[in-house]
């Protein structure tokens, strides 16, 4: 079993792979957002044993879902059909501040605006992972 988070944004997705411990998120990997991006993100899935894609939810600051999460979701759904076997579970989770998160990360590190952008959705998924993987571990009271 391992982990993938996924930041999805309608230009870019950002992708996070867990180790084999499930304890971090790995490097992460920002692609295009084009008619390939599921198949691509299924391909992945497949090569690194991925058994669940942590899709990450925009939710608005009251906790409700807005336009964005309606993208997400279909995106998301295209996962789960692309999925035919049933061997890759597709779930859902707040995202809050990851981006934002992202973006103050980077400007400390001094990378150039147009760097940050190539990245910053691959750091968002990253985050989201790190946080799946502390309340997963948590819970299975692995820590």
Known sequence: MRFMAVDYGSVRIGYSISDKTNMISG?????????SAADYIIDVCRAESVTNII???????NGEEGEMCNLVRS???KLDARSTDGAIRVEYCDESFT?????????????????????????????????????????????
């Open 27 to 35: 490097a992460s990997t920002t692609i295009k957002n084009d008619g």
């Open 55 to 61: 899709v990450g939810l925009p939710l608005n600051r």
């Open 99 to 143: 981006t934002r998160n992202s973006h103050e990360i980077l400007k400390e590190a001094n990378l150039s605006r147009a760097r940050r952008k190539k990245v910053v959705d691959g750091l968002a998924a990253k985050i989201l992972l790190q946080k799946y993987l502390d309340d997963f571990n948590a819970r299975m009271k692995r820590l």
């Open 75 to 77: 995106f998301g759904d």
